[in-house]
Each structure stands twice: as structure tokens, then as C-alpha cells.
């Protein structure tokens, strides 16, 4: 189904976007804590869209 597939792309987005930041990540200090924390919100809002999709995904199936 849709969602299943957008689901899975999600997670997988979700775990390859933990690592990838990390290694793109600059050499100067200032900038990786100002990337850091640009990183953590985005990765906080596509955890929490995530968490949408799997709810509703999940009511979609009981009905």
C-alpha cells in the first residue's frame, strides 16, 4: 500500500539521516554545533511525521 511503502521510506530516511549529517558535518567547531542542532530539529520533526504516518497507517489497517 501507499503508506507501507512511505512508511518504510520514512524509517529508512530516518536511520541513513542519523549517520549521514555526522559525516558531512564541517571541520570547524562553531559550525558543527550550529549544523548539529539545525540537524536535531529536522530530525525531530521527521521523527514526529513519522510517528503521524505510523498512527495513521495503523488505524487505516483496524478499519
Known amino acids: ?3 507501507q511503502s ?3 521510506r520514512c524509517i529508512l ?3 541513513n539521516f542519523n549517520i549521514v549529517p555526522f559525516i558531512l558535518i564541517g ?3 562553531s559550525f558543527q ?3 548539529f542542532t539545525l540537524t536535531f530539529k529536522f530530525i525531530q ?3 514526529k511525521s513519522c510517528l503521524v504516518m505510523l498512527k495513521t497507517y495503523l488505524q487505516m ?3
Open 13 to 15: 530516511g530516518f536511520t
Open 27 to 29: 571541520r570547524l567547531a
Open 1 to 3: 500500500s501507499f503508506y
Open 33 to 35: 554545533i550550529f549544523n
Open 6 to 8: 512511505s512508511l518504510t
Open 45 to 47: 520533526r521527521l521523527r
Open 61 to 63: 489497517r483496524r478499519n
